[in-house]
């Protein structure tokens, strides 16, 4: 962004466009992994919450985009509140039962309305692979918006509605594949949330159900099958 003044002549000319609208995506680092432990170069009062959220604060406000997407969020009754005094009224939370943190999705309130939202269980691939490898944890929510001022009557499919998601994916890099599988199960909750036809968990390579496709260590991957041109026909070999 360069110097502050800048920034605010940049962002300025943007919003003087009413058909053009920011998105940023924030990792906040929970608190509750803010440990010495894992973070030993950083100085004790710079791992305090009361520091962190403050200079956290101070950074939402500066970039000052329309719609948010927040990964790690823990302390979620704090930060509803902050976000609603920045402006952000709309705010979808996600949180699996016994996690710290989770997901949020929030927006500003005179910008877009809510259309419709679900949330993104990404332990779904635990009971689609029968592996409990893919327990995690991990979740995401979607939600479709439209631009203020629209029909929130209408359906999806009468276009207008833009759709925003965020999903927080398994970090351990010793465990790649997890994240990869992750990846396509939100590709494939997305496409669902549009109106497409709902994704095959069980495809094999390349389309072919009847060879499914194995990670390294023999468990059986859920791959999203693609249909041709929206028509809803499995892609041919080579496709």
Known sequence: ??????????????????????????????????SRRIYPHLEHRHRKWCHRR????????????????????????????????????????EQRPGRPDGCALVWKHDRFDLLRSDRIDLNDLADVTRSPRYNRDNVGVMAELRPHGGDTDSKA???????FATAHLFWNET?????????????????????????????????NASEPSEDRDGNTVPLMRADKKGTGETPNEGS
């Open 1 to 34: 962004w360069g110097c502050k003044e800048e920034r605010d002549r940049e962002l300025s000319r943007f919003r003087a466009d009413s058909n053009r609208f920011s998105v940023s995506s924030f990792n906040l680092l929970a608190q509750a992994f803010m």
């Open 175 to 207: 465990h790649e594949e997890v994240k990869f599988m992750q990846a396509l199960h939100v590709l494939a909750r997305l496409r669902e949330f549009c109106g497409g036809v709902a994704a095959d968990t069980t495809a094999g390579q390349r389309g």
């Open 157 to 163: 499919s009468s276009g207008g509605g833009i759709v």
């Open 54 to 93: 403050a200079n956290l604060r101070e950074q939402i406000q500066a970039v000052n985009s329309d719609v948010l997407l927040l990964q790690e969020v823990d302390r979620w009754s704090e930060w509803s509140l902050v976000l609603e005094e920045l402006g952000y009224g709309g705010q979808l939370y």
